[in-house]
């Protein structure tokens, strides 16, 4: 087969245009909110985007830990994977109203009157500056964004240069740094744009939330997208029981990866017991909030553990994406428990209709803009050398 019949069916091209379409009105209906409400909208706005920043950036994640490991199971998604990352330069533009909203967002810190009734440490004070908060943020991107154009540059130079032994040795050498840049980027971007909220807690562990659950997002979205494309060629004939097992297999080992931080955080802090360290959880886990995070519990974790228990699940076409649209569902769940109490009034939880409309906005500008960056490539990597052994009709 050629590299034009790699190329995205038709199916994407309505994917773009209805996500758009959809992603646009509700866009215009929340920026109705900015203008009436602008403190809650961008209260609102950041629990959004950084469901949307999951998405990329945990495939990035991905993307980087196919090539360290040479697993067949990312040859099926890399493209995708790829696709996905190509939307980085889209959230850079997303993050301008989370800058125009920092004093909504950050008044812990950046009021003189809140730190005058509660002073922040001598670190702090030099850390938690409007300035240099948007330092590290230009820094995160270009790091981000970096390594997602070294890739993408590679994998198209792949494509046109298939024997080269050099580009699959740079694949692997620079996949291995690349996942500490990210993993240490996106800790400290939770630490700026979500722990900082409240200055006065902290937690060691509250990064490696993120990275895990970004990396549940991601893999749930690339479950969608390749039982999407297996209802037409290539992906029909190339997709098989054997590739969803193993994508199956991941999301299972991420969801349980991300109990195991979240576990440990609650683990520490509760043993623990300082006063500085509890006011996360006693505002979580008492009156209404205490519903959610149960809520959290079962249906981000117990739930879909046993659900994914089943080999049969795991290898089915119509049960997987399913699970895996509720797991990016519970993402925003879970983000949602994790920033808007500190929002909320004490014993009280805080939902407005922006926290329907944005997240539909986001994600279908998202979703139409990865649908177009789906359609600039072939869907498979045809240069890499493993293609043919991967998309063999083997059942086991």
């Known amino acids: 087969m050629t590299a034009q019949n790699y190329r995205a069916p038709e199916s994407v091209g309505r994917l773009q245009t209805r996500a758009l379409i959809v992603g646009a009105v509700a866009l215009v209906l929340g920026l109705i909110g900015w203008w009436q409400t602008p403190g809650t909208f961008v209260q609102t706005y950041l629990n959004s985007y950084l469901l949307i920043l999951g998405l990329s950036l945990g495939s990035l994640g991905l993307l980087m830990l196919q090539h360290l490991t040479g697993g067949q199971w990312g040859i099926m998604i890399r493209r995708p994977l790829e696709a996905a990352t190509r939307t980085l330069p889209l959230l850079l533009v997303l993050f301008i109203p989370i800058i125009l909203g920092m004093k909504s967002l950050y008044m812990e810190w950046l009021d003189p009157e809140r730190t005058k009734e509660e002073p922040l440490s001598h670190l702090q004070q030099g850390y938690l500056t409007h300035n240099w908060f948007l330092v590290r943020a230009a820094i995160y991107f270009v790091v981000w964004i970096g390594l997602m154009l070294i890739f993408n540059a590679w994998s198209r130079r792949q494509d046109t240069d298939q024997g080269s032994r050099s580009l ?17 980027a996106m800790s400290f971007a939770a630490i700026d744009w979500v722990m900082s909220i409240t200055p006065h807690w902290a937690s060691t562990i509250y990064g490696f939330l993120f990275v895990a659950g970004q990396l549940i997002s ?120 994790m920033i808007r109490p500190e929002f909320s009034k004490k014993g009280t939880i805080s939902f407005t209709w922006l926290d329907i409309v944005l997240p539909i906005a986001l994600l279908g500008i998202w979703l139409g803009y990865f649908a177009f960056n789906l359609k600039q490539q072939p869907l498979l990597p045809l240069g890499d050398p493993r293609l043919a052994e991967a998309i063999g009709n083997h059942e086991h």
Request: net charge positive.
């Open 168 to 184: 699959r040795r740079n694949f692997k050498l620079l996949a291995g740094p690349g996942i500490i840049l990210y993993v240490f």
């Open 218 to 337: 991601s893999m749930s979205l690339m479950i969608c997208v390749i039982v999407l494309l297996s209802r037409t060629e290539p992906f029909a004939s190339a997709l098989n029981k054997r590739h969803l097992h193993d994508v199956g297999k991941l999301l299972f080992a991420f969801i349980m990866l991300w109990a195991y931080f979240d576990f440990s955080q609650l683990l520490i802090i509760w043993s623990g017991n300082q006063p500085e360290e509890i006011t996360f959880y006693m505002s979580r886990l008492h009156g209404p909030w205490g519903y959610v995070a149960i809520a959290v519990l079962l249906f981000h974790f117990f739930v879909p553990f046993f659900i994914l228990l089943s080999s049969d699940v795991k290898r089915s076409a119509r049960l997987l994406p399913k699970v895996a649209m509720w797991m990016i569902f519970m993402r925003f769940v879970d983000l949602f428990w």
